[in-house]
């Protein structure tokens, strides 16, 4: 019987790691080539954009429905699970374990694809990304077993 590959993604709104373990091997090897980071953030203009009133002379600024940052942050974790998606697709991982802050598994969860999913064995709410991978492995693997 083949032994299930776990994949292990550490992210949060702006980077993610990935770690894999198969259960023969005993430790969390990180796949540095599969690393990803957020581009740096546009700078914000000086002015909110204005609107005229319908009556009389006064103008009022416009507010933004979704602030730069979280949009910034949702793309990025889209990001993230259309690369889950490719690799779940090509059978590269049995087992998933998702580590990320509160906030980017709530913007992360409703994005990940149903192969994704199916293969999801922990979702975790532990912000672990700048964690060494010893780190990550005695956190998750001694309390998931």
Do not use: C
């Amino acid at each position: 019987m083949k032994s299930p590959r776990t994949w292990v993604v550490v992210v949060d709104a702006h980077s993610a790691r990935f770690f894999e373990r198969s259960t023969r091997a005993k430790h969390v090897v990180e796949k540095p080539e599969l690393v990803l980071t957020a581009p740096p953030r546009p700078k914000q203009r000086a002015r909110a954009p204005r609107v005229h009133e319908s009556v009389g002379p006064m103008r009022h600024r416009i507010e933004a429905r979704t602030p730069p940052r979280v949009a910034q942050e949702k793309a990025f974790l889209e990001t993230v699970a259309a690369e889950l998606k490719k690799h779940a697709d090509a059978n590269a991982f049995d087992q998933l374990i998702i580590s990320a802050p509160p906030r980017a598994v709530g913007l992360l969860k409703p994005v990940l694809a149903p192969s994704v999913r199916a293969r999801l064995k922990d979702l975790w709410t532990k912000a672990l990304v700048h964690e060494a991978a010893e780190d990550i492995e005695r956190r998750l693997f001694t309390l998931s077993e």
